[in-house]
């Protein structure tokens, strides 16, 4: 198979990239393939698909990004503990050649723990009277199940009105079935992505604060385990997240990195590319991430 080319040229740094979308490989609703169409029907320069815990969407996508003329770049969304912390963080790792066995065979290990939560969250669904069915979900998990799976069921029979609606009532931290899952540590999962010759990125900080002081306390924690990048730019940030986060991006010598997170009609309003209308990553991104792979690897 031809190599897939980078660095881009400066013509195309006009351009937009996107560097976080989920493929029905987990839980996005379009195919690899319909993915790469899609990146191309918007012109999008690159795109990276970036599935929870798997790189089975981009293993489909890429021979169809290699017929298409568009670069495809390998990605992985890995949810992950952070001490101190009540919510989760993810850890975004973007990888310019194959990852290799060792990395793919640990994201099957965290597909045990998926599974396992998937059967508690069933249950916890049910005692509080939400009875799906097991095999509904897996008709609709064509590869790897997540909870917007559950909330597509939810939907569908009629428990909830909206996608939403299923979060917050009862899928998310704050909802009544919500269930823990077990996670890696951060730094094992940054120090896992660097060792497969990865770039290991924070996703969606906002996500674990918005106050700049925390920030800084978080990003002091994980860069000594290998942090390469920061998300900046993502659909829920706000102009001033932004600011924010690339001000710390700079302070702390982390390659800026951004994408709209799309996952087809299981996040209404989210565009690949422009995310609500307030992404937009200068494919320029691109070459500095690629960059401080090279550089990862020579280690
Ligand atoms: P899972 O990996 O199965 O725990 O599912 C996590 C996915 O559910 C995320 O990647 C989002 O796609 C979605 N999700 C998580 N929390 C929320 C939320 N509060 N509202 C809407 N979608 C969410
Ligand atoms: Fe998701
Ligand atoms: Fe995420
Ligand atoms: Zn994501």
């Known amino acids: 198979m031809p190599p897939i080319r980078f660095p881009l040229s400066r013509r195309e740094d006009a351009r937009l990239i996107d560097l976080h979308c989920h493929s029905d490989a987990s839980d996005g609703t379009l195919t690899p393939a319909e993915l790469v169409d899609l990146a191309v029907a918007t012109g999008l320069q690159a795109l990276a698909i970036t599935d929870h815990d798997t790189f089975e969407g981009y293993d489909a996508a890429r021979?169809?990004?290699?017929?298409?003329?568009?670069?495809?770049?390998?990605?992985?969304?890995?949810?992950?503990?952070?001490?101190?912390?009540?919510?989760?963080?993810?850890?975004?790792?973007?990888?310019?050649q194959d990852p290799g066995a060792e990395l793919r065979d640990w994201l099957?290990?965290?597909?045990?723990?998926?599974?396992?939560?998937?059967?508690?969250?069933?249950?916890?669904?049910q005692e509080n009277g939400i009875r799906l069915s097991w095999d509904d979900?897996?008709?609709?998990?064509?590869?790897?199940?997540?909870?917007?799976?559950?909330?597509?069921?939810?939907?569908?029979q009629g428990y909830?009105?909206?996608?939403?609606?299923?979060?917050?009532?009862?899928?998310?931290?704050?909802?009544?079935?919500?269930?823990?899952?077990?996670?890696?540590?951060c730094e094992e999962a940054i120090s896992r992505i660097v060792n497969a010759g990865g770039v290991a990125c924070l996703a969606h900080p906002v996500r674990l604060s918005r106050d700049a002081a925390r920030m800084r306390e978080i990003l002091s924690q994980l860069i000594p385990a290998g942090l390469g990048g920061l998300e900046c730019h993502h659909t829920e940030?706000?102009?001033?997240?932004?600011?924010?986060?690339?001000?710390?991006?700079?302070?702390?010598?982390?390659?800026?990195?951004?994408?709209?997170?799309?996952?087809?009609?299981?996040?209404?309003?989210?565009?690949?590319?422009?995310?609500?209308?307030?992404v937009d990553v200068p494919a320029s991104v691109l070459d500095k991430l690629q960059a401080l792979c090279g550089s990862v690897q020579g280690r």
């Open 137 to 156: 979900l897996v008709s609709r998990a064509p590869r790897q199940m997540g909870r917007p799976h559950f909330a597509q069921a939810m939907v569908s």
């Open 108 to 125: 099957l290990h965290l597909q045990v723990s998926r599974r396992e939560r998937n059967v508690a969250l069933l249950e916890r669904l």
């Open 237 to 278: 940030h706000t102009p001033e997240d932004t600011r924010l986060l690339l001000a710390l991006a700079s302070d702390f010598r982390l390659v800026v990195t951004g994408g709209s997170d799309f996952h087809g009609v299981n996040k209404p309003g989210v565009s690949l590319g422009t995310g609500a209308g307030n």
């Open 160 to 185: 909830v009105r909206t996608l939403q609606e299923a979060f917050d009532l009862y899928l998310s931290e704050d909802g009544v079935a919500w269930t823990d899952r077990d996670e890696p540590p």
């Open 63 to 96: 021979p169809v990004a290699v017929s298409r003329g568009l670069a495809l770049i390998c990605g992985v969304e890995v949810g992950a503990r952070l001490a101190g912390a009540s919510r989760s963080a993810h850890i975004l790792g973007y990888f310019f």
